[in-house]
Structure formats: C-alpha cells, structure tokens
C-alpha cells in the first residue's frame, strides 16, 4: 500500500474496497463461526484490524482474500478464547473451512462477472424482461403486464433466457480458467 497517499484517498480507497466486500468477509465468517453474535462480533474485529493495518495491504492483490485471512485468525483467536464451549470446531477444520470459503467466494466473483458480461450480450428486449423479473418486486405477473403476454409465455420467454445465461456463463467461466 503506498502511505504516501492522503488520509482521505486512504480511507476512500478502504471504504471503496470494503464496501465491495463486506457481505463476502461477513459470510466468510459466518461459515466458521456457529453462534452468530459471535460471528457478527468477529466480523467488527476483523473491520477494525482492517482498516488498523491498510496499509500494510498490497493494491495489487485481492482485498477479499486478505481479509479473509485476517478474519481467518480472528475465528482462531475466538476459538482460543472459547476453548471452554462444548461446541468447537478443530482448528485444522477452520483452516480447511477458510481456504474453501476464499476459494468459493472467488468462484462466485468470477460467475458473477461472466454473468453480467453475458447480461449485456443479450437482445434488448430479453435485457428488458429480465429486469422487470429480477428487479425489485418483479414478478412473472408484472413481466407479462409490461410486454402484453401471457404469464405462461413469460415463463417460457424466462425459462429460454435463463437456460441461454447459463450456457455464456459456463462458457466464459471455462474460457477464463483456460
């Protein structure tokens, strides 16, 4: 991380980064940590850590990823301190459970970007019903009000268009793994 920026850039570039990954390390706990106040507490701990350390982060490398790892040790010093519950997961396991979690986030980071790229490579119209559908309180019902059809056709017209999504992602998924 290069201290040399300003303090407002620096907490800019922090609130930018954890912003976009906050539901992630929130999950990534969440997997490790059964009791979920506890998990909630990890999860501001570790935003403490975060933002105390920032600038030992490489700009370069995943945010996710680093902050995985430190909520990672955050779960095994929780766990030293809770040593006296019945209920504790080994700390191999957590170990295990972190790396896969990372990974699985990393997997649906990349799904996601293929599905938007595949998002805008459809027909306008299709664009359209997909977002009356999926937007906020859309429903088959109002997709078939908006284009004058069928709720029976809208789930056809919905049904061809997911299965169209599914296969330019599987695509695009298996082309970046190339």
């Excluded at 800019?12 to 992630?24: C, G, S, T, Y």
């Excluded at 350390?53 to 996710?64: A, G, I, N, P, W």
């Excluded at 709720?151 to 999504?165: A, E, F, K, M, N």
């Amino acid at each position: 991380m290069d201290s040399r920026l300003p303090d407002r850039d620096r907490a800019e570039q922090f609130l930018e980064l954890h912003a976009k990954n906050q539901h992630r390390i929130s999950a990534f706990v969440h997997t490790l940590v059964m009791d979920w106040q506890d998990a909630e507490e990890i999860v501001q701990d570790t935003l403490t850590i975060l933002w105390r350390k920032f600038d030992e982060f490489d700009s370069d490398t995943d945010f996710f990823r680093w902050a995985a790892r430190v909520a990672q040790y955050e779960v095994l010093n929780y766990r030293r301190r809770k040593k006296r519950h019945a209920v504790m997961l080994d700390e191999q396991i957590i170990n295990a459970l972190a790396v896969t979690a990372a990974d699985a986030s990393a997997n649906i980071n990349r799904q996601r970007e293929a599905l938007a790229d595949c998002l805008k490579q459809l027909p306008k119209r299709d664009r359209l019903i997909i977002g009356l559908r999926y937007r906020d309180g859309g429903t088959v019902h109002t997709v078939a009000e908006a284009i004058g059809r069928s709720t029976s056709h809208v789930h056809r017209i919905l049904r061809s268009i997911r299965g169209r999504l599914l296969r330019c992602v599987k695509v695009r998924i298996s082309q970046s793994a190339v």
